[in-house]
Nanobody, 119 residues
Framework: QVRVVESGGDLVQAGGSLRLSCTVSGSISSINFMGWSRQLPGKQRELVASIRGGGRANYADAVKGRFTISRDNAKNTVYLQMNSLKPEDTAVYYC?????????????WGQGTQVTVSS
């Protein structure tokens, strides 16, 4: 069974840092796209950062210069380093990955991890 599991969410003061991790486990062939999205209370989920298999990264304007996405292909893991956190970054953060499994490509999501930034 293929699983996507996030970790690293926590309560942090404004200006602080957190690092989120997400690992895809199970019998898979490859992973191309990996991304982090967040859902603020009462709002739609939004993509904040993504990274392709070759390492090309993209960021939402709201997090550019503060968040850094990276991945370890050997571990099927993606990270989100979040610096200079603001109260408006408070959200549930979700990891997603486009995973190739036995010839098919599946868009898989984790269960989410809560990030709370206090002012």
């Amino acid at each position: 069974q293929v699983r996507v599991v996030e970790s690293g969410g926590d309560l942090v003061q404004a200006g602080g840092s957190l690092r989120l991790s997400c690992t895809v486990s199970g019998s898979i062939s490859s992973i191309n796209f990996m991304g982090w999205s967040r859902q603020l209370p009462g709002k739609q989920r939004e993509l904040v950062a993504s990274i392709r298999g070759g390492g090309r990264a993209n960021y939402a304007d709201a997090v550019k210069g503060r968040f850094t996405i990276s991945r370890d292909n050997a571990k099927n893991t993606v990270y989100l380093q979040m610096n200079s956190l603001k109260p408006e970054d408070t959200a549930v953060y979700y990891c997603s990955a486009d995973v190739r499994i036995q010839g098919g490509i599946f868009d898989l999501w984790g269960q989410g991890t809560q990030v709370t930034v206090s002012s």
